[in-house]
């Protein structure tokens, strides 16, 4: 797997981390998901650098322009709710983009310590042939992201994979190295070190989900 970990290069990428982290700034919902838009859009940007380019002719009021524009058939897959802020982000830079949902959440039991991930609602376009872009803000287990990479297999097969998350755990991140083929890529903003005992990421930020659109009942 080839993994882009943006945080090992300094850029305005760390103004958004930081405020998506501090437990005073996060109390504003709107900066929240706007912090977690803009870490989208750079994702998306630096994703942009490997895509396919064509020659394209432009004609302007004063001539022609000649330049490269992306040919790739992008499918653009939020796993909700948390990923909605995120997959808008993208779809700002990958305007032209097909979208694909799908619901994937933790489920406790009676122990909140064992979790399992359950996959429930999905609307996917064909696959077939695409650039597939996977996209969730926290990669704590990577478990939501093989769960849902397997949900889509029926859809067809991607000619390339990609996933986007904001803050990852490192063993997140070995889990789909290990899971994925070595021809996919992560674009990830940060890692962290480790997860807590109900596979939260330390010091991550929290809930992302419940940070952007308010806290839940089901647990």
């Known amino acids: 797997m080839h993994i882009h970990n943006l945080s090992l290069q300094n850029s305005i990428l760390n103004t958004f981390i930081s405020e998506i982290r501090n437990i005073e700034i996060q109390k504003d919902r709107m900066r929240f998901r706007r912090n977690i838009e803009r870490i989208g859009e750079v994702l998306g940007y630096e994703m942009s650098k490997t895509l396919n380019y064509g020659?394209?002719?432009?004609?302007?009021?004063?001539?022609?322009?000649?330049?490269?524009?992306?040919?790739n058939g992008i499918v653009l897959c939020s796993i909700l709710r948390a990923g909605i802020p995120l997959h808008n982000g993208l779809l700002n830079y990958f305007d032209a983009a097909?979208?694909?949902?799908?619901?994937?959440?933790?489920?406790?039991?009676?122990?909140?310590?064992?979790?399992?991930?359950?996959?429930?609602?999905?609307?996917?376009?064909?696959?077939?042939?695409?650039?597939?872009?996977?996209?969730?803000?926290?990669?704590?287990?990577?478990h939501s992201m093989l769960n849902t990479f397997e949900a889509l297999k029926p859809y067809g097969a991607p000619k390339e994979i990609h996933l986007v998350s904001v803050i990852g755990a490192q063993d997140g991140v070995d889990f789909v190295k290990n899971n994925f083929s070595e021809n996919v890529h992560l674009w990830i903003a940060a890692i962290d070190k480790t997860l807590n005992s109900y596979s939260y990421i330390v010091p991550g930020l929290g809930d992302a989900g419940d940070l952007a659109f308010g806290e839940k009942l089901q647990q």
């Open 98 to 142: 097909d979208n694909a949902f799908i619901s994937a959440y933790r489920h406790h039991e009676h122990n909140p310590e064992r979790i399992e991930i359950i996959v429930e609602y999905l609307a996917c376009p064909s696959l077939e042939g695409k650039t597939l872009v996977l996209a969730d803000p926290m990669l704590a287990t990577g």
């Open 55 to 71: 020659s394209a002719n432009i004609k302007t009021p004063l001539g022609k322009a000649y330049i490269s524009l992306p040919k």
